[in-house]
């Protein structure tokens, strides 16, 4: 008798090691990326690619760059951060929250004033220095990269201070974009890659010399650091197909690429 429960014991740790082996072998399979919002499409179309191309799932978690690497910094399990600058993933790395020697530019990012109104804004963005609006959405420049580069952008053409009480800020680029696709907003800062698309309304693309370079760098997180399948899709993201797609959403691509 026992024996035989000794045998079936033996059998149970078996099964269950073998169960373990298979659902670590499955959530290794997972990717979990967090995503700046807006890169929210082409990632969207990379991850469907990355699976059809290697079988791996890619999980994403969108929002603003600050608040993502906030949730970071408090253990939320990312293996991959996806951010609209350069600033918080080297930070990542200083931090020890990032591996180290991972860090990489995959995108160069491009503000647009942007309206649902064909009529409203002008080709020189001269509708800033006009004011004839009420509200204009920008993203919290203090979590939205892009939100940082409209301030930026404002302050370098005089407007920042007449134009201050009639901002709406957004969580988000994305949230920035609702609003003035919904009307709530007459106009507001976008990133390029949200109306790239878009054959409706009106927009201006702003100078890159009126704001600092959106340098979106991507980096391993510790999370990710045992995940084969999370280095895997950063090599993916610097190929050829990857930077593709990246740059058919109005990105331009990092020097060498």
């Not at 200083?94 to 160069?108: D, L, M, S």
């Not at 990012?109 to 649902?116: F, H, T």
């Not at 220095?129 to 301030?151: C, D, E, I, R």
């Not at 009126?210 to 045992?226: C, F, N, R, V």
């Amino acid at each position: 008798m026992v024996r035989k429960f000794a045998r079936l014991m033996a059998c149970f740790v078996a099964v269950a090691g073998l169960w373990a082996a298979l659902t670590t072998q499955a959530s290794a399979a997972e990717v979990t990326v967090a995503v700046a919002a807006n890169f929210t499409a082409p990632a969207k179309e990379l991850g469907e690619q990355f699976k059809a191309k290697t079988g791996y799932t890619v999980d994403y978690s969108f929002g603003a760059s600050g608040q993502l690497y906030t949730q970071i910094t408090q253990g939320a399990p990312f293996d991959i951060l996806l951010s609209a600058d350069a600033d918080r993933p080297a930070k990542a790395e200083k931090e020890g929250w990032g591996v180290a020697g991972t860090r990489f530019t995959y995108a160069i990012g491009k503000l647009v004033l942007w309206s649902a109104n064909p009529a409203l804004v002008d080709k020189d963005g001269a509708v800033l220095k006009q004011g004839s609006f009420m509200h204009l959405a920008v993203a919290n420049p203090k979590t939205a990269p892009y939100g940082a580069a409209a301030v930026e952008a404002m302050k370098a053409l005089g407007v920042y201070n007449a134009i201050e009480p009639k901002i709406v800020t957004g969580e988000n680029i994305a949230q920035t974009y609702q609003f003035v696709a919904s009307g709530n907003a007459e106009l507001g800062f976008v990133a390029l890659s949200q109306v790239v698309t878009e054959n409706k309304g009106s927009r201006w693309l702003v100078p890159a010399n009126l704001h600092s370079p959106i340098l979106q760098d991507a980096i391993l997180l510790k999370q990710g650091e045992q995940n084969s399948f999370a280095k895997v899709f950063l090599t993916y993201l610097r190929g050829p197909e990857a930077l593709k797609i990246i740059a058919r959403y109005g990105y331009d691509l990092p020097k060498g690429n």
